[in-house]
């Protein structure tokens, strides 16, 4: 009898999983001890990925594929899959290469690939461990089978699973079909293998009849599928004899045990017919099989029993194929693949929470953001909507005492001109300023780099699709970076509103740079550019006290809303467990309900405190209006002293505003920085995973070409560049569509007042919002951008070494329309490879 098959391996090449890994991990997680906390972990898997492809034939190597199959797995469910961008280079387990090329291979950036064939690869050790069991011991016919039904239910797993995961053409081990037919050859051999142990353990004659029957049943299945068109080629030469040997040898074993029946029964003919089956069916076991013995014990029980009949009964002796069939007994089963293989091995990730959760705790904390700063916004409004009431009125300046004669400057206006000499004046202002266009050119070059680097491989792309044709299979590069594209639009829409809320900025400087100026200078220089003031006629102390008072009021005011504004910022929800919960429980996050629950319990309070703010800023600025009104009618009008003053405290107040809008400012643009830096990774990760592929892709069709010319006299080629491209491989299909993220332009009919508040987006995840513009929508958890990127965590691909380009004109990325100027395809018959 035929000995147990197994499935051979599929093999793969060293890649670099480590810094792929950590610029994913750092972009989609946004958090700045990545670096220390997780750089083991990733070097721990790529360490077991080493070990997993490259000892596969020791029997020890099962433990590693069960663990690098486990972090893969547990990865996986913590990253966008589809983010990752390690070329993961794959050979196909049935080809065996041949004289003028290597084997087919396929390459796919996706972890998900690469778990499918880690998949793949341990049911085949699972089958070729099995396969080596010896069958006369009943642990090893236990391990036997539960080795093949493992089997058998993972590539019954990856049948059903396996387009999901790559979204293109497969490699032919990798069909569903030839998947199919595996899972149903290993169930097969492990009825096999329980039928030996039913035979060694002399289990009742019918009990083994109806196994055996439905091994026969099982073998023919896999016969069925193994000779389909497209997959009977795959095999070994030996795989089809030895299954057809299989399925006679078992027929022959159901018709033995079946005729032991039919004897105990006293059923002499149809035991005879039975036994004529078997002795024909399985005369030609060789010694040593586990059925040699019962070959030659079911030939002596037939001449036994001819004998017997020939004597005594004188039975009727009915044709085989009118005999009844034997019922069958499903014992194998296909075990279906186990959420965790190994129970030794620790999540190598599992400070990472699963990426439902995180999306939804990012979900969660934009909405808080979003909340905080539209009442921080309504806040800075408001109180400078009073300060520019107060600097209209010459408040507090008017009702201070001034000096004898009317001369000096009121205490007020020393206070404020003291504060702006301590923060520096006008120089320390100008300086900020100063900081902003390096910047912003800064973050344009990486932005355009980035889109340089995707516009080259566009254009590779295009021009190698238009020399082969539809031979070049590989997915067009536009559908692969339609998610980048949007991304770097999205960038640049928010460079554009950065842009603008500098020219807010500049504008306001302008408008106050003469009084900042001024209070940046002595008080002495002060009060010589400051007119007197007429003599007071001593009849205005009751509108005097009265402002005074409201002035008390309007501190208290200010500094009732700077400590809302400090508590709004710093509350902090986190729900995380509950978002743990509620996946563990229903399998999803229903993010909105639990967020505006815990949300609203958090911020009502502070939020119905900023409503009853801004209502007594409403009467208190009718009060202030209608006291002042009254003062200056006991002074008969405002004086040109009181102009000059109520300048000053304006520009004390946009002194101030500036200072926070600058330093806002620069540090939006160092986390754009931080951003783009992370996102020019990302592309640079793509472009070296097509660059791959392109190579692998080159080097199959080279091959292809050479296998399909005629060897005899060729003539000399003609080399041309394209000939000189670097070998490569592999097909890549796009993955399923993500759609482009909303739009981040600030809204051009911004109100005034909103726009001189500038507020600057308090949330430290996701894209940064330039200040100045109004609050985004949540960019959609699909297609999360990335956050708090550590330049500093890894260095570059040595292929792409970091360049500049010089300083331009910022030009959105437009793709070709017609690509040209690359080498044309080789001539017609041309042999790259020239007989010596």
Not at 182 to 189: G, I, V
Request: aromatic fraction near 6%.
């Amino acid at each position: 009898m035929a000995e147990l098959l197994f499935v051979p391996f599929k093999k793969s090449s060293d890649v670099d999983i480590v810094k792929p890994l950590k610029n994913l991990i750092h972009s989609t997680y946004n958090t700045g001890d990545l670096n220390e906390d997780f750089t083991d972990p990733i070097n721990e898997l790529s360490r077991l990925r080493t070990t997993a492809i490259w000892k596969v034939f020791e029997k020890s190597s099962l433990d590693v594929l069960y663990s690098y199959y486990d972090q893969l797995a547990s990865l996986e469910s913590k990253i966008p899959p589809q983010e990752v961008q390690i070329p993961f280079k794959w050979k196909d387990a049935f080809d065996k290469g041949s004289l003028f090329g290597g084997r087919m291979s396929l390459t796919i950036s996706s972890l998900s690939f690469e778990r499918m064939c880690i998949l793949f690869n341990m049911a085949a050790m699972q089958s070729a461990i099995a396969a080596q069991q010896p069958l006369d011991t009943e642990d090893s016919l236990k391990l036997a089978a539960k080795l093949f039904q493992q089997a058998a239910g993972i590539f019954n797993y990856m049948k059903g699973n396996i387009m999901m995961a790559v979204h293109q053409e497969t490699t032919p081990d990798l069909n569903p079909d030839t998947l199919n037919a595996l899972s149903q050859l290993m169930l097969a051999q492990a009825q096999e293998v329980i039928a030996y142990k039913c035979i060694r353990d002399e289990m009742k004659d019918s009990m083994v009849a109806k196994v055996c029957s439905q091994c026969e049943e099982l073998f023919m299945d896999a016969m069925r599928s193994l000779q389909k068109d497209g997959l009977r080629n795959l095999w070994d030469r030996e795989w089809i004899p030895a299954i057809q040997a299989k399925q006679a040898t078992f027929r022959g074993l159901t018709q033995y045990f079946q005729a032991q029946v039919c004897r105990a029964n006293k059923a002499v003919g149809e035991e005879i017919a039975r036994l004529q089956v078997a002795t024909e069916l399985l005369k030609n076991m060789r010694e040593g099989s586990p059925v040699y013995e019962l070959s030659a014990k079911a030939a002596r029980q037939l001449a036994a029993a001819i004998r017997d009949n020939d004597f005594i009964y004188h039975e009727r002796i009915p044709d085989a194929r009118s005999l009844e069939p034997v019922s069958r007994a499903h014992v194998a089963q296909a075990l279906p693949p186990q959420e965790r293989w190994s129970a030794k091995t620790q999540d190598l990730f599992e400070k990472l929470v699963p990426m439902a959760v995180h999306q939804a705790m990012q979900a969660s904390s934009a909405r808080r953001a979003e909340i905080v700063n539209a009442e921080v916004n309504k806040l800075r409004e408001a109180t400078q909507l009073l300060n520019s009431i107060l600097a209209s009125l010459n408040l507090p300046a008017c009702i201070e005492t001034e000096g004898t004669g009317g001369a000096g400057l009121p205490e007020s206006i020393r206070s404020k001109a003291a504060a702006v000499r301590e923060a520096g004046g006008l120089p320390a202002l100008q300086q900020l300023m100063a900081e902003l266009p390096e910047l912003l050119q800064r973050n344009r070059e990486i932005l355009t780099e980035a889109e340089r680097m995707l516009r080259e491989e566009a254009e590779a792309d295009a021009t190698l699709r238009a020399q082969f044709g539809a031979r070049w299979t590989r997915t067009e590069s536009d559908k692969l970076t339609e998610a980048i594209r949007a991304n770097a639009a999205k960038y640049s829409q928010i460079i554009d509103g950065a842009v603008r809320a500098d020219a807010i900025v500049q504008q306001k400087f302008k408008q106050h740079k003469e009084s900042i100026e001024l209070l940046s200078r002595s008080d002495d220089q002060i009060d010589a550019g400051v007119p007197n003031a007429p003599t007071p006629t001593g009849g205005d102390g009751d509108a005097v006290r009265t402002l005074r008072k409201l002035m008390n009021t309007v501190e208290e005011i200010k500094s009732e809303r700077d400590a809302i504004e400090s508590e709004l910022k710093s509350a902090t929800i986190d729900l995380q467990e509950k978002f743990l919960s509620a996946l563990a429980a229903d399998g999803a996050v229903d993010e909105p309900a639990i967020s505006a629950g815990a949300l609203g319990a958090a911020l009502a309070p502070l939020q119905r405190r900023a409503k009853e703010s801004l209502a007594r800023q409403e009467n208190l600025a009718e009060e202030l209006q209608r006291n002042h009104a009254a003062l200056m009618e006991t002074r008969g009008g405002a004086s040109n002293r009181d102009e000059v003053l109520g300048k000053l405290c304006a520009a004390f107040d946009a002194y101030q505003d500036l200072t926070s809008n600058l330093k806002e400012g620069v540090k939006f643009y160092n986390d754009l920085t931080q951003l783009l830096v992370a996102f020019q990774n990302k592309v640079s990760d793509f472009c070296f995973a097509r660059k791959t592929e392109k190579e692998e892709l080159l080097k199959d069709l080279t091959q292809e070409a050479s296998r399909s010319v005629q060897r005899p006299a060729p003539s000399p080629p003609q080399y041309q560049d394209s000939v000189n491209e670097p070998p490569v491989v592999a097909t890549k299909r796009d993955p399923p569509p993500r759609p482009p993220p909303p739009s981040a332009a600030p809204a051009p009919g911004a109100s005034p007042a909103a726009a001189a508040a500038l507020p600057y987006p308090q949330q430290p995840q996701g894209m940064p919002l330039p200040y100045g513009a109004p609050p985004l929508a949540p960019y959609p958890v699909y297609a999360p951008m990335p956050a708090m990127y550590n330049p500093y965590a890894t260095l570059p691909y040595p292929h792409h070494a970091p360049r500049v380009p010089p300083g331009a004109p910022y030009q959105p990325y437009q793709y070709p329309q017609h690509p040209a100027g690359y080498p044309q395809p080789p001539p017609a018959g041309y042999n790259p490879y020239q007989q010596q």
